[in-house]
């Protein structure tokens, strides 16, 4: 049997490709390997600039302060929290806006996409939505991270555009033959058929609260409330500014553990998401790029 050899051109597009890959994956996983080794290493190897991508001095110092400090502990229950309950609210709501637009018998569906849309361009501001969230009586609640940012715009146009092109119109009318109420017929038979686009909603919403910080420092005061990234704020600005140091030598220690603290609290933070993503990852492009493009 002959063997049919691939062109020349393709062989060396090919080999253009797979270096430019590597190079962004160099780019993408040696500061990680840098972050971790650091994080692993003791303050006076890290400040000294003596750590590459090995643990120096090889120490659990950072984690131990980190892990053990009792406002690190409460911001990350409140962040998981946040992501858990602001993830299942957003993609409810979410998929309660996209599912009727995607319908072609909804009455208004293209004003009230239009209307959608014309908020991601345009925002009422900072102060209008300050004074809405003041007026709702949210200020100071967990409610201020989980409602006014609840439904994003681009999730919504993903979801309508999945609903739209991938579930069979004939399904619906085999459902409503059947005497199926559309809230059965979502439930019973579109979710199910929608666990990509479920998936990808849901790492996408987690991975926003998760990381929320300007609204949590903008809505709340108190510290009990904080999510993780406010906590990390103050503990790195604590250490910096060797709050309680007397003398010298004790200001330089402070600020030696502040170096290595930071690599740990960047570790610590992100561990969750790292731990959540490969088990959702098989669904993430599927989710994303289905009904993208119909042909």
């Known amino acids: 049997m002959k063997t049919i050899r691939e062109p020349f051109r393709d062989r060396v597009f090919l080999v253009v490709v797979t270096i430019m890959l590597a190079v962004l ?30 643990p120096v001095d090889f120490s659990l110092r950072a984690y131990r302060e980190a892990l053990t400090n009792p406002q690190l502990l409460r911001g990350y229950a409140n962040s998981l929290i946040y992501a858990t309950a602001g ?14 637009l995607s319908r072609r018998t909804f009455f208004g569906r293209n004003v009230l996409m239009t209307a959608l849309i014309f908020t991601m361009l345009f925002s009422g501001g900072l102060i209008p939505t300050y004074l809405v969230v003041h007026d709702l009586g949210l200020l100071n609640t967990r409610w201020a991270l989980l409602l006014p940012n609840a439904i994003g715009v681009w999730q919504v146009i993903i979801a309508r555009t999945f609903f739209a092109n991938s579930i069979p119109d004939d399904l619906h009318e085999a459902a409503m033959i059947d005497g199926a109420s559309e809230l059965r017929y979502l439930w019973s038979v579109v979710l199910p058929l929608s666990k990509p686009l479920l998936a990808v909603l849901a790492l996408m919403y987690a991975i926003f609260q998760w990381n929320t ?9 108190d510290p009990d409330l904080y999510p993780l990234q406010i906590v990390l704020r ?18 330089l220690a402070q600020q030696q553990l502040a170096n290595v603290l930071k690599y740990a609290l960047i570790v610590v933070s992100s561990l969750p998401v790292l ?21």
Request: charged share 10%; hydrophobic share 55%; no cysteine.
């Open 213 to 221: 910080y300007f609204d949590a420092l903008i809505y709340l005061k």
């Open 87 to 100: 993830t299942l609210i957003s993609v409810t709501l979410t998929v309660a806006t996209a599912y009727p």
């Open 234 to 251: 103050n503990l790195l600005i604590l250490n910096q500014r060797g709050v309680g140091a007397t003398d010298a030598a004790q200001l």
């Open 25 to 54: 994956l160099a780019l993408v996983l040696l500061p990680m390997i840098y972050i971790l080794a650091s994080s692993f290493s003791s303050a006076s190897a890290v400040s000294a600039g003596r750590v590459s991508f090995w």
């Open 275 to 295: 731990l959540i993503y490969p088990f959702i990852a098989r669904h993430f492009t599927k989710g994303v790029m289905v009904g993208a493009v119909k042909g």
